[in-house]
């Protein structure tokens, strides 16, 4: 999974559906063929959002692993447009590379049978637990 909190920004606009769809296609488009071996479910765009609502976190996508659908990639349009709604179309592009590029490597090391990125994810929403219990004006521990 791949999590963000909000972000502000300068009014660039807001992008369509459509228009993130043709940035996620140009990015997939941008990585290998293997990265695709057994993605049978292939990338999806969904119009949701999908929050951690007790963290505050958005999730931008996720990677799945279903015994009857088997494994996919799903990308949140409406987390996108939460987090993203007033940033230029290039922020959108990039932070959607971004994405996809996260939920690829969960696929491959998923393959791989490792789970380091999946380990790292837990990680820092531990960190962003912990940072967010922590009285405003304290410092971390060395």
């Known amino acids: 999974m791949f999590f963000t909190q909000s972000v502000g920004g300068a ?21 290998p063929e293997v990265f695709y071996r057994e993605l049978n479910g292939g990338v999806c765009l969904l119009p949701e959002v999908k929050r951690v609502a007790a963290e505050g976190l958005y999730v931008l996508g996720e990677y799945h692993i279903h015994p009857a659908m088997g494994r996919y990639i799903v990308i949140y349009y409406g987390s996108f447009a939460a987090l ?6 290039e ?3 990039e932070e959607l590379k971004r994405t996809l590029v996260h939920e690829f490597t969960h696929h491959m090391e998923s393959l791989a049978g490792a789970r380091d990125l999946e380990i790292k994810d837990e990680q820092d929403r531990a960190r962003y637990r ?5 009285p405003s004006g304290s410092e971390s521990p060395p």
């Open 11 to 31: 009014d660039g606009g807001m992008v369509s559906i459509e228009e993130a769809g043709v940035m996620l296609d140009e990015a997939a488009e941008e990585l």
């Open 84 to 89: 993203y709604a007033h940033r230029p179309p």
């Open 91 to 93: 922020v959108w592009r």
């Open 130 to 134: 912990r940072m967010r219990r922590r």
